[in-house]
């Protein structure tokens, strides 16, 4: 069934092919929460063969995996083409001659994060920074997710909860009733999910991260540059008109302060395993009777 608040995926993909020049110079609060997910890493020690990169974008959290577990292979996984082309540009100097080295290891695959284009059991770490909001079937994903992850493994994430963008969502409602902003999942509702898909035991927390802009403007030249355009089924066809868009304007001039106004994201991080099977359980349970050690 599909509702007003789904995403066009068909146009959700051609955002993103168009955003993949731009992004990494309006990407900023995205390359600082995939700083902070890696510093979570620090605490799990832990080091995977073949990692997936989901929603890998133009490779800054792939590089930084890459550079992390150098002896690992990764699978940079995108929606958008030009995403691993702008990944895999022409690099100059003595940093060519590393990259060649190391980009050995990463495979670039187009896919859905929804149908994931995978086998079964084949990935040792699952790795996405802010792709997750992109769904239209969490529940979907994260199954998806489950299937190709091996038994013991782990997968870590970054997404958006339902109060990012909370400023503009209010704005638009004062003005119309279409959908302007996407939807986005609470984090407990996603721990939720992650046990329906058959993970253990999830850990999930989040943050309040507050960017200031110069005008309205500003805000929306830097969403349309990471390919954060409405795609929902639900969004108003054609442009605002001058009057509506003055409106906008006025009403979140009301929330400047210091000179600048605020656009708010609700950053929500989260991290579980998947379980060992039950015949990988009973092997370590024979062999810690027996006292046979690995």
Same mark, same amino acid.
């Given at each position: ?7 066009? #995926?068909?146009?959700? =993909? ?9 992004? !990494? ?23 995977? /063969? ?19 577990? /150098? ?22 100097? &003595? =940093? *060519? &001659? ?8 990463? $495979?670039?695959?187009?896919? /859905? ?13 699952? &790795?996405?920074?802010? @792709? ?6 969490? *529940? ?6 489950? =299937? %190709? ?19 503009? =969502?209010?704005?638009?409602?004062? %003005? ?9 999942? !609470?984090?407990?509702?996603?721990? $939720? ?11 999930? $927390? ?8 110069? /005008?309205? @403007? ?16 639900? +969004? ?5 008109? #001058? +009057?509506? &868009? ?25 991290? @579980? ?13 024979? #062999? ?7």
């Amino acid at each position: 069934m599909i509702y007003e608040h789904s995403l066009d #995926k068909r146009l959700l =993909r051609r955002s993103f092919e168009k955003a993949a020049e731009t992004y !990494d110079h309006a990407a900023v609060l995205q390359r600082e929460i995939c700083d902070r997910m890696l510093s979570r890493l620090d605490f799990i020690k832990y080091l995977p /063969d073949f990692i997936l990169d989901m929603g890998s974008g133009t490779g800054y959290g792939t590089q930084k995996l890459r550079e992390r577990y /150098d002896r690992s292979t990764i699978i940079a996984l995108d929606i958008a083409l030009n995403m691993h082309l702008q990944a895999y540009r022409p690099i100059s100097g &003595w =940093r *060519k &001659w590393i990259s060649l080295v190391k980009r050995h290891s990463i $495979d670039y695959v187009t896919g /859905d994060i929804e149908q994931l284009p995978l086998q079964k059991e084949s990935v040792n770490m699952i &790795w996405s920074n802010l @792709a997750l909001q992109w769904c239209n079937d969490l *529940k979907q994903s994260m199954t998806e997710c489950h =299937r %190709v992850l091996k038994p013991g493994r782990l997968i870590m994430f970054s997404t958006f909860g339902p109060d990012t963008l909370s400023e503009l =969502r209010k704005t638009f409602k004062a %003005v119309d009733s279409y959908q302007h902003i996407n939807r986005f999942i !609470d984090m407990h509702d996603i721990g $939720d999910i992650l046990v329906h898909a058959g993970f253990a035991e999830p850990v999930m $927390d989040m943050e309040y991260i507050t960017l200031t802009y110069q /005008d309205v @403007a500003s805000i929306m030249r830097d969403l349309k540059a990471i390919g954060a355009h409405n795609v929902m089924i639900g +969004r108003k066809k054609g442009l605002m008109g #001058k +009057r509506a &868009w003055q409106q906008i304007i006025d009403r979140y001039e009301l929330l400047r302060q210091s000179g600048k106004l605020p656009a708010t994201y609700e950053v929500v991080y989260g991290h @579980a395993w998947k379980p060992e099977s039950k015949l990988a359980l009973l092997k370590a349970t024979t #062999k810690q009777k027996l006292g046979i050690s690995e």
